[in-house]
């Protein structure tokens, strides 16, 4: 399975504004502007080496990209000028992947971009004859979870102490699982 077979969407249309949006491959070039949005979107975010190490392996990796809309400037900066609405890491395995990032810029959040990029990633998964996507989020990251939970995903287990949570502290992790043999809620909405 490689981050750049087939069926990622190379461009689309923003479904509620119209503009252009493209998918694209995640490179070591661009782990400055994601390290950035990454430490913006959480308080335990990803580091630099995460993401390259990532990388190394062979992880899919993709960026979602979307031309400016009028007086938008993208934040963090980017060559080109487009916006960096989200990406996402995820490790294929035997008949499985598992998301292990999943992140919208903040200024973009709200606006189904999570979503958005839960189809690709469903499409993909598919199209790599996968049978079951899954996942770990943090117990106390509600949003999140009820995304997941709304898209079709069912939680099936927990991993105490999990993630970090400032000092001394550990949070849980909920595990959840995606049957990708069944039509997903999210791509039926």
């Known amino acids: 399975m ?3 077979a087939a069926p990622w969407p190379a461009a ?4 509620q504004r119209g ?3 493209a998918f694209e491959p995640m490179t070591d ?3 400055a502007a994601v390290c950035e949005v990454e430490k913006t979107a959480y308080a335990h975010p990803w580091s630099r080496r995460h993401f390259a190490d990532s990388l190394a392996s062979g992880y899919p990796a993709v960026m979602l990209l979307a031309e400016p809309l009028p007086g938008e400037v993208p934040n963090p900066p980017r060559a080109d000028g487009r916006v960096l609405l989200g990406y996402l890491v995820a490790m294929p395995g035997v008949e499985e992947v598992h998301l292990l990032n999943i992140t919208v810029a903040p200024a973009q959040q709200r606006q189904g971009w999570g979503r958005f990029l839960l189809d690709a990633l469903v499409l993909w998964s598919r199209g790599q004859g996968a049978q ?4 770990e989020v943090r117990a106390g990251n509600e949003p999140a979870r009820a995304l997941y939970t709304r898209y079709g995903f069912q939680q099936v ?3 105490r102490a999990y993630y970090p949570a400032g000092g001394l502290q550990r949070e849980d992790a909920v595990v959840m699982s995606l049957d990708l043999a069944v039509p997903s809620a999210g791509a039926e909405s």
């Open 2 to 4: 490689s981050a750049l």
């Open 12 to 15: 689309a249309a923003d479904p």
């Open 19 to 21: 503009r252009r949006l």
């Open 29 to 31: 070039a661009d782990l």
């Open 132 to 135: 079951w996507l899954w996942l």
């Open 157 to 159: 287990g927990l991993r």
